[in-house]
């Protein structure tokens, strides 16, 4: 995690991805906006040579009904970015021995660490509904921001089974727990 995606990260509360992540997160709206745009394709090559030809009642369906799931999943995938925020007074120290508690519950696998972020991942098994998530921690004087999405770096996905739920409320649960 660059300095440059922290400092995104804690201006904006909201995770910053590459160019090639964005590909990975945003896929599923790529692919719901195929049957659409080559529908309107079809229908402008045949105009423009001349060839016109009606749209049928029904045709339309397969324009509407792809573009409004697209637009559905884009706004879903957008709101999956933002960082959950918890105020908390706990130093660093025992910031990371609550981490480390959860990463060993959870099974959180450390890929990046400094004294602004923290970024683990998780490698469930075949039969868990989910091919692994990204879980990133960022530390922002007394609050603390996390964020788990399906893992960029693995195939594709939409659905988590509740795990990107359960990684960031087990944290801020825990966070809230040891700040009373």
Not at 26 to 55: Q, R
Not at 112 to 123: D, G, L, P, Q
Not at 136 to 150: A, E, G, P, R, Y
Not at 165 to 174: A, D, P, S, V
């Amino acid at each position: 995690m660059t300095s440059e995606k922290i400092k995104y990260g804690l201006e904006n509360r909201e995770l910053k991805l590459s160019n090639w992540d964005k590909f990975s997160h945003y896929g599923i709206v790529g692919f719901c906006f195929i049957i659409p745009l080559t529908f309107t394709f079809l229908h402008l090559k045949d105009y423009f040579l001349n060839t016109p030809k009606p749209i049928k009642s029904g045709e339309i369906w397969f324009f509407i009904i792809p573009t409004l799931i697209g637009i559905l999943f884009f706004y879903l995938q957008k709101n999956r970015l933002k960082f959950k925020e918890v105020n908390t007074n706990l130093n660093k120290s025992e910031l990371n021995k609550i981490i480390e508690k959860v990463a060993e519950e959870l099974e959180w696998h450390l890929y990046f660490s400094n004294s602004k972020a923290i970024v683990a991942k998780t490698h469930p098994g075949f039969l868990s509904g989910s091919w692994g998530e990204q879980i990133t921690i960022l530390f922002d004087n007394k609050k603390v921001l996390v964020n788990s999405i399906c893992d960029l770096d693995k195939k594709s996905s939409v659905v988590s089974m509740g795990r990107n739920k359960q990684n960031e409320n087990k944290l801020i649960e825990e966070i809230k727990k040891a700040s009373r």
